[in-house]
């Protein structure tokens, strides 16, 4: 994991460019690679002054260097609310499960508080990867969730 930085746009919007990404999140993450760039520009930036909220974002990257996922973890209301997108070519292969599983220890480590996820209910795998890793589901009214979508269903990981 590296702090996200604009230098991997190009590669990552390959890896995110892809209708399979837009199906498991429910919507389009990218449309142009000019519009992917200007989207990590404002991540980048991080959260808007006096908004209770912090941004912390990773790069998830393979032994080589090549940027395959993003990590977040958005801080407000004593929770860290997480999240994570990965290219379809990675897959499968237990990349998100370490990548999160880093998130979550590193959450933890700083004490951020309890880990929620917001997940579309179509998406099966991120749900599984979530309870693998000791999530449990829980009613989308228990925290005011950022990232929470009509429907979806919420997850949390109490801090150790």
């Not at 990773?58 to 996922?69: M, Q, R, V």
């Not at 508080?113 to 829980?138: M, T």
């Amino acid at each position: 994991m590296r702090p996200l930085t604009i230098v991997d746009s190009d590669v990552s919007f390959e890896a995110f460019d892809d209708p399979r990404v837009a199906e498991a999140l429910g919507a389009p993450l990218v449309k142009t690679r000019e519009a992917w760039r200007a989207s990590l520009e404002r991540v980048i930036a991080g959260a808007p002054a006096g908004s209770g909220t912090q941004w912390h974002d990773w790069t998830a990257l393979l032994a080589d260097g090549t940027p395959i996922g993003r990590i977040e973890a958005t801080l407000h209301d004593g929770i860290a609310e997480i999240g994570y997108v990965f290219g379809p070519r990675w897959w499968g292969r237990g990349y998100a499960t370490e990548a999160v599983g880093w998130l979550v220890d590193e959450v933890d480590r700083r004490g951020w508080g309890p880990c929620w996820a917001a997940v579309a209910p179509a998406n099966e795998a991120s749900i599984r990867l979530l309870r693998r890793l000791g999530f449990r589901q829980r009613d989308p009214g228990e925290a005011a969730l950022q990232s929470f979508d009509p429907g979806d269903l919420t997850f949390v990981r109490p801090s150790s």
